[in-house]
């Protein structure tokens, strides 16, 4: 079974990169047509795509965060990674990596746990 874990650190402070790691067990981050995830909610609100790596390694963000995020993959250890940059306490939210079968929409098959990331000095 698939199964995703996110790792990074929980505070970060304004004006920094926020930077997680997902690692991916039981799948491969090249699989073709899996399309590797990052959802974040924060507090009292909905969740929210932030952005998509596939299978080959093309990006896809939120025009919303577009203009400050990136995602990078490491193949060789199976992880994709997050970062999101000039961060502020709006940037507070649960950090989410998901699998999904379709590029876009909201359809996730698998999730890793979720971390908590707070953005305070």
């Known amino acids: 079974q698939v199964q995703l874990q996110e790792s990074g650190p929980g505070l970060v402070k304004p004006s920094q990169t926020l930077s997680l790691t997902c690692t991916v067990s039981?799948?491969?981050?090249?699989?073709?047509?899996?399309?590797w995830k990052w959802i974040r909610q924060p507090p009292g609100k909905e969740l929210e795509w932030i952005g998509t790596?596939?299978?080959?390694?093309?990006?896809y963000f939120s025009p919303s965060l577009r203009s400050r995020t990136s995602i990078s993959r490491d193949t060789s250890n199976n992880q994709f990674s997050l970062h999101l940059a000039s961060v502020t306490p709006e940037d507070t939210a649960v950090y989410y990596c998901?699998?999904?079968?379709?590029?876009?929409?909201?359809?996730?098959?698998?999730w890793g746990r979720g971390t908590q990331v707070t953005v305070s000095s």
């Open positions: 039981g799948g491969s981050i090249t699989t073709n047509y899996d399309y």
């Open positions: 998901a699998r999904s079968t379709i590029v876009t929409g909201a359809r996730y098959d698998y």
């Open positions: 790596v596939t299978s080959t390694g093309s990006t």
